[in-house]
């Protein structure tokens, strides 16, 4: 049985991973600090001890290592994001270096907000425009700090990752209670562009990037990003909530300072599309927004 190490693996995203490529047939294991399962490593994701025997001759390493961006930037939480990415990603690379028969893959988490805002231009991974500010340069540290880690053995893969939609998970909680309360309106003027993926198709990404033993960095996203205010319409309609109050600038910021997180998580437009996944091949099973939100939102 071909093995799968998740390192920060116990999250949203760990478990969507863990549960469909364990029905693919893979043996999931799990780097992560609480220990809870028979399947779960201890590591503290900045020094190498006992858990880089697990990388031993395993299929795939997978990173998804990294604090939340789901909170206010005060200078303490701002070295924890960017410390957090950066350690973990460098011990990772040690540990690689020093297997004797080191993982054939290597995926690491990146983020779809690397690119500037836009609201025309789509980016893809080829002409994408790098952005600069707190969490664009975050992406371009974490990037650089993945590339600069020498596999000879060991295939790497970057991914981009967009909103993933999840039924247990993810943004789509929070947007549905506001929408629950009555106030699922657009979010400033709705306009900004809105990058998504179901998270069945996230998994299914990930999966065929292994198999098609892929590298380099891909945009893990749905290739017809929707804007804000098309979102929350869609999410209201599916929800059969007849109304949702706008929610004007300084509302979303008063509301952010409030829950304790940033802004710029509804104010910036990503406008980001999986050009490569497309051109190798890939099909998505939810590039419809109204469709997948159908699917993750019914009972």
């Keep these: ?47 190498l ?22 909170c206010r930037y005060t200078e303490a939480n701002k070295k924890l994001i960017h410390d957090s990415r950066i350690d973990s990603t460098n011990i990772l690379g040690k540990a690689i ?12 988490m990146s983020t779809s907000t690397i690119y500037d805002n836009s609201y025309h231009k789509q980016m ?23 590339n600069s880690i020498e596999t000879p053995s060991t295939r790497k893969v970057i991914l981009r990752t967009s909103i993933v939609l999840g039924k247990n998970g993810g943004a789509l909680i929070p947007l549905k209670r506001l929408t629950k309360f009555g106030l699922g309106g657009k979010q400033w003027h709705g306009k900004q562009k809105v990058s998504w993926i179901h998270e069945n198709d996230f998994a299914r990404a990930i999966n065929f990037l292994i198999e098609k033993q892929l590298e380099g960095a891909y945009n893990i996203v749905s290739p017809k990003p929707t804007t804000n205010a098309y979102l929350m319409k869609t999410i209201r309609k599916v929800l059969k909530v007849p109304f949702g109050l706008p929610q004007p600038k ?50």
């Design 49 to 70: 001890d006992q858990w880089t025997k697990t990388l031993e001759g395993a299929n795939t390493l997978i990173n998804l290592t990294g604090k939340s961006v789901d």
């Design 124 to 146: 893809t991974e080829e002409n994408g425009d790098i952005g600069n500010d707190f969490s664009m340069n975050i992406a371009t540290s974490w990037e650089a700090a993945f």
């Design 1 to 47: 049985m071909k093995t799968i190490i998740i390192a920060g693996g116990t999250g949203f995203l760990g478990q969507v991973l863990e549960s469909y490529l364990s029905k693919k047939g893979y043996d999931v294991k799990i780097l992560t600090r609480k220990t809870t399962k028979p399947n779960h490593v201890y590591w503290n994701a900045k020094d």
């Design 250 to 299: 300084w509302l979303i910021k008063f509301g952010a300072k409030l829950i304790g997180t940033e802004p710029e998580l509804v104010l910036k437009s990503r406008n980001v599309i999986p050009a490569k996944l497309t051109a190798k091949g890939f099909l998505f099973t939810h590039s419809d927004i109204e469709i997948a939100l159908q699917d993750l939102l019914k009972p």
């Design 97 to 108: 270096n020093q297997c004797e028969n080191p993982p054939k893959a290597w995926l690491n």
